[in-house]
C-alpha cells in the first residue's frame, strides 16, 4: 500500500550501472499515476520546479538523486567528476530556497564526493548513488518512527485537520505529517482527516485526498478558509502538518497557509503539531524571518487549473510558504521523539 | 463607471409594458461581459441558483424582479395575478435559504400585490414593477450612504482586505464592502484593496479583482489563506466585507471564509468591519445558530474549472456561508452610519 514517491532503479552492470530515478509525476495526480523515469539531471531539475516532486523530505532525496545521476553521467562522458557534483548540487540548490532538506541532502552528497576524491571515478559514483539511496531508505525509517511517536497523540474515532501534502507523496515513507495517521490504522484505530484544498495548487485536494482514499483512511475535503468553520463546529481534535523549515527558535516555513490554520487551532484550544524529520531543523536559521520564502509565478493563481480566472494584468501575491512562529505551535513530532525548543540535536552546539 | 449589475428595462406599450430584466451574467467574468435580457421567471431562478447573479442586495432586486416577471407574464395569459406572485415569491425563496434580503425583498412585492388586490390586474403589474424598481433604486442609494460613512473610516494611502465580492456587482450601486472604497477615491484619496480570491467560485479573483481595476483602483489578488500573511506583514489597515444576513445580536453571515479573515483580524488587531443595508439585518434571527447555512454541490470544490482536481468519491464539507460572532465585528457600516447592536432599526420592536 506504500506509496513508490521516489526510488534509484539499478542497471545492469556489475556495479549497478547506468542507474535511473524514477518517481510519481505528481502534477498528474489524482487522475493519473504516471511514473518519470530519467538518467538525467535536466529532468531532476524541471521536476523540483514544476513541483512534480514536492514536500521537504522528497526534495531532499531527489536532490541526492540528481547529483548522483550527474556523477553517473559524467563518468559515461570522461568528464571531470568534482566539478559535476559541484554545477549539479548548485543547479539543485537554486530550485526551491524554503526547503532545508535541499541543502542539507546536497551537504550529505557533496561531503561523500569530497571523501572518495583520488578514488577512481568508478567508485565515487557508486558511492554517490549508495549515499543518494541512503538518505531515502533512511528517510522511510524516520518517517514510521515519526508515525509511532505521532500515533501516540491520537485516539480512535478522532479527526484531524492537515493542509497541503505531508504525506507518502512528500517523503519516501509515509510522509510526516500523515505518518501518525497511518500508524494509528495500523494499530487499529481510526482517524478521520480533514484535508484543506491548499490553494493554488490543491496539494490537498490532488494529493492528500488521493493517498488516504488509496489507503482506506476517511477524509473530508474542504477549502482552505472552512478550516475555521469546523474548527468551531468542534470537529476537529488536533492539526498535523509538515514543514519545509524549522528555525532553532522552532519558527516554521511550511505550504502558506499553515500560519492561518496554526492561528485558528490556537483560538479554538486544538493541538498543533509540526511533524517533521531532524532534517527539517535548521541549526543555522535563528528565527523565521531568516527563513528565505520562495514566492511562485502569478500564473499558478490567476489560471492553475487552465481557463483564466482572473482580469489580465491584475497583481497578484504568492507567497509559497509562510512562518508559523513557535508559540503557535504545541509539539514537533520527530523521529527522536516529540520534542519542544530549544532543540538539542547533534549539530545544535 | 458604475456597473450596470442588474436593472428594468421598459417596454415600449404606454404603461411601460412588458418590460424585461437585464442582468450582467457574472459567471462569465472576468473574462466577459455578458448581459442577459429575459421575460422570463425562470430564467431570474437560474440565474440565482447559479449565480449570475449573487451577492445579498442584488439578490433581492432580483427576486423582486422575478416576482415583477412573473406578474407581468400572468397579465399576458390572462392568469390569476395573485396565485402567479405568491408562486413565484415561493420559488425564488426556495433558491438562496442564507440572505435574508431575498425573503425581505419578496415580502415587500408580497405587500404591493396584496395592498392592490380588487384594482385591476393592469394597474397591480404596474405597481409591482414600480415597487421592484423602487428596491433597486434604493440600494443604489443606500449603497452610496454606506459609502460615505464607510469612507471616513479610511485614510489616504491605506489598505484594506476584503473577502468575496460585496462590489458594484453584488448590488445596483457601487457595493457594500466596496462603497467605501469608491466613496474614498471620489473623494482623493488612494485606497489599495488586497482582494481574498474567494475559494471555490473565486468571487474575489473574478469579479472583487475585475470591478476595482475598471475604477482604477489598485487590487493585490491573493489566496484565501494568505490573508494571515499580508495581515502579519503589517500590510492591512481594515478588513472590509458584506454581510448575507445579520442576527439580531450581530452575529453575521457571510460568504464561508470569513469568520477565519475576522479571526485573523482580531489577533492581529485590525479592525473588522461589516458594510451592510439595514435590509441585512433580521429582526427574526436571534444570533448566528439560527441562520441557516446553504451547502453547495462538491463539484463546485472538486471540479470547478472544467477538470476534476480531487480524486473521485471524496467527501467534500462545502458551506456557502459561514457566521462571523458579533464580538469579533468592530463596527457594522449601514446607511445608518456606523452602528453597534443593540440595533434599534423601526421593526426591531
Redesign the interface.
Known amino acids: 500500500m506504500q506509496i513508490d514517491t521516489i526510488r534509484w532503479v539499478s542497471g545492469k552492470d556489475p556495479d549497478h550501472l547506468p542507474g535511473l530515478v524514477r518517481l510519481i509525476d505528481q502534477t498528474r495526480l489524482?487522475?493519473e499515476l504516471h511514473y518519470i523515469e530519467t538518467r538525467a539531471l535536466e529532468d531532476i531539475l524541471h521536476a523540483l520546479r514544476v513541483l512534480q516532486v514536492r514536500g521537504a523530505p522528497a526534495i531532499g532525496i531527489a536532490a541526492a538523486m540528481g547529483v548522483a545521476l550527474a556523477a553517473q553521467h559524467a563518468l559515461e562522458k570522461g568528464n571531470d567528476l568534482s566539478a559535476a557534483v559541484a554545477e549539479a548540487a548548485e543547479a539543485l540548490a537554486a530550485t526551491r530556497p524554503t526547503a532545508v532538506n535541499l541543502s542539507w541532502a546536497l551537504q550529505r552528497m557533496r561531503r561523500v564526493a569530497g571523501a572518495g576524491a583520488g578514488l577512481p571515478d568508478r567508485d565515487r559514483v557508486v558511492q554517490l548513488i549508495r549515499e543518494a539511496r541512503r538518505i531515502r531508505d533512511e528517510d522511510e525509517a524516520i518517517c514510521r518512527r515519526i508515525g509511532e511517536h505521532g500515533a501516540a497523540l491520537l485516539r480512535d474515532g478522532q479527526s484531524v485537520l492537515t493542509h497541503c501534502n505531508a504525506g507518502g507523496l512528500a517523503t519516501a515513507g509515509y510522509g510526516t505529517a500523515l505518518a501518525p495517521v497511518y500508524r494509528a490504522q495500523e494499530e487499529g484505530r481510526r482517524i478521520h482527516v480533514?484535508a484543506?484544498?491548499t490553494?493554488?495548487l490543491?496539494q490537498g485536494?490532488?494529493l492528500t485526498?488521493?493517498e488516504l482514499?488509496r489507503a482506506g483512511i476517511?477524509?473530508?475535503?474542504?477549502?482552505?478558509?472552512?478550516?475555521?468553520?469546523?474548527m468551531?463546529e468542534g470537529r476537529v481534535d488536533a492539526v498535523l502538518v509538515g514543514a519545509d523549515r524549522i528555525a532553532r527558535n522552532g519558527d516554521t516555513a511550511n505550504k502558506?497557509?499553515t500560519?492561518?490554520?496554526a492561528?485558528?487551532a490556537r483560538?479554538h484550544g486544538i493541538p498543533f503539531y509540526v511533524c517533521a524529520p531532524v532534517s527539517t531543523f535548521d541549526p543555522h536559521t535563528a528565527d523565521g524571518a531568516a527563513i528565505p520564502i520562495e514566492e511562485r509565478r502569478a500564473e499558478e493563481?490567476?489560471e492553475?487549473?487552465?481557463?483564466?480566472?482572473?482580469?489580465p494584468?491584475?497583481?497578484?501575491?504568492?507567497?509559497a510558504f509562510?512562518i508559523t512562529p513557535a508559540e503557535l505551535v504545541t509539539a514537533y513530532v520527530t523521529e527522536k521523539g516529540i520534542l519542544q525548543p530549544p532543540f538539542e540535536f547533534e549539530d545544535y552546539a
Chains 1, 2 share one sequence.
Open positions: 489524482p487522475l480533514f484543506d484544498e490553494r493554488p490543491l485536494a490532488r485526498a488521493w482514499g476517511a477524509c473530508t475535503l474542504i477549502c482552505d478558509h472552512t478550516a475555521a468553520c469546523v468551531r502558506v497557509g500560519y492561518g490554520v492561528l485558528h483560538h493563481v490567476t492553475g487549473f487552465g481557463p483564466r480566472t482572473a482580469p494584468g491584475v497583481a497578484v501575491y504568492a507567497p509562510d
